[in-house]
């Protein structure tokens, strides 16, 4: 492939096409739509200073809202009761998933109010 700038045609692009070009926690279609597509980054599953932080199989595919949707959770983990280590990469999303779920759905019911058909 041609080398391009940007994270969606240069460093993302081999993780967003191992995972379908689909963000990993809310499923968006990266690889139907464009507009999705332009959604898309990419999300660390652990934490900064683990070994495996920088790992390629440790970093997914996720759209920008969800990426940013639990802010604090590796700063809130401990106290959550979270473990990175000894997971694979398909628990870790797991772990994080209900977190940015909660937020979804926050978001959702803010939309059908105030957004949705406005
Ligand atoms: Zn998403």
Redesign the pocket.
């Known amino acids: 492939m041609t080398s391009f700038d940007g994270a969606l045609r240069g460093y993302a692009f081999p993780i967003h096409q191992r995972d379908s070009f689909k ?1 990993r ?2 499923g ?1 279609p990266g690889s139907r739509d464009f507009n999705s597509w332009l959604t898309l980054s990419w999300d660390h599953l652990l934490p900064k200073g683990h070994p495996n932080h920088d790992n390629p199989d440790y970093i997914v595919t ?2 920008n ?2 990426n940013t949707a639990d802010n604090h959770y590796f700063k809130l983990a401990e106290k959550r009761g979270l473990k990175f280590d000894g997971l694979t990469p398909d628990q870790l999303v797991a772990q994080r998933l209900p977190f940015v779920q909660a937020t979804r759905e926050e978001y959702e019911s803010f939309w059908k109010q105030y957004v949705s058909n406005k």
Do not use: H, R, T
Request: proline residues 0%; neutral net charge; contains cysteine.
């Open positions: 963000c926690y809310c968006v996720a759209c809202f969800c």
